[in-house]
């Protein structure tokens, strides 16, 4: 006697688990996502990270150029420029024309534009301008002139490769951030950026020549009442904080990179 053959009973697939692990990945993806645009935040830029208020103990700051009592040490910034120099024949000598050099808080980093936090430039009287770039978070700058200096204990009888180390005196600040009550700054720890020898300006190079030559330096700055016969004004734009160039700074490199990582594993999770 024959049967009558019966239709294949298809197997149920449990699709739970596939859907459940592919949720799970994109969930702990979203995860290092937003732990990943954290640690940018806490590692980016800020004008006192890595920093105590305390005055570092080296190097030793020369008694030449040291501040004057009741200034207090505030904070310091690391600079990378250049020194520019003119030839003037009739006085055998080296004057220098301009200073520029781009400011970052922190000696772990590079002197890449996404970690600046203040620019160095400098007028044709000789004075200099610190100003900071966090615009959105701090609008002061400062103008200094320098009251001394003393030859940087780098050089030598031979060679002087080094610029010296100064001490500038604030002549005007424009509140609205942290150079805002800024009395004093001192020049430390200057690598390269001194002037070519005496010599060569009339032989190796003629009457306006210029030389430029790049340094390093440190730069110790100290609050207090601005010195006699210097003047301070206000400024118009407000500050988001009140004065301190502290507010968290996120380098887009840093932030780019972030975002980019974060949809390439949400990408991959989904495929």
């Not at 937003?34 to 990270?49: E, K, M, Q, R």
């Not at 031979?158 to 001192?186: C, M, Q």
Request: glycine share 8%; net charge negative; charged share 15%.
């Amino acid at each position: 006697m024959s049967q009558t053959p019966t239709a294949p009973v298809a197997e149920k697939v449990d699709t739970t688990v596939g859907t459940t692990k592919g949720k799970f990945t994109i969930i702990f993806s979203l995860i290092f996502f937003f732990i990943g645009v954290i640690f940018s935040l806490f590692s980016s830029n800020t004008l006192f990270s890595h920093f105590s208020l305390d005055e570092p103990p080296t190097p030793t700051i020369p008694s030449e150029i040291k501040v004057p009592d009741g200034y207090k040490f505030s904070f310091l910034l690391y600079g990378n420029g250049n020194n520019k120099y003119t030839c003037v024949v009739a006085s055998k000598s080296w004057d220098i024309s301009s200073v520029q050099a781009d400011l970052i808080n922190r000696n772990d980093s590079h002197y890449d534009p996404a970690f600046y936090v203040a620019s160095l430039t400098s007028n044709s009287d000789g004075t200099l301008i610190f100003k900071s770039v966090l615009v959105k978070h701090d609008n002061s700058s400062l103008t200094v002139k320098r009251d001394t200096k003393v030859d940087s204990p780098e050089n030598n009888s031979v060679t002087k490769i080094h610029a010296p180390w100064e001490r500038y005196a604030a002549l005007n600040t424009v509140s609205g951030g942290s150079f805002s009550d800024i009395g004093y700054v001192v020049v430390v720890s200057t690598y390269k950026g001194a002037s070519r020898a005496v010599s060569e300006c009339g032989d190796n190079y003629q009457d306006g020549n210029i030389d430029t030559e790049p340094f390093t330096a440190t730069y110790y700055f100290y609050s207090g009442s601005i010195p006699s016969n210097t003047t301070t004004n206000d400024s118009n734009e407000s500050s988001n904080n009140n004065g301190a160039m502290n507010s968290i700074f996120i380098g887009y490199t840093q932030l780019g990179l972030t975002i980019i990582i974060g949809f390439i594993t949400i990408g991959i999770a989904l495929f």
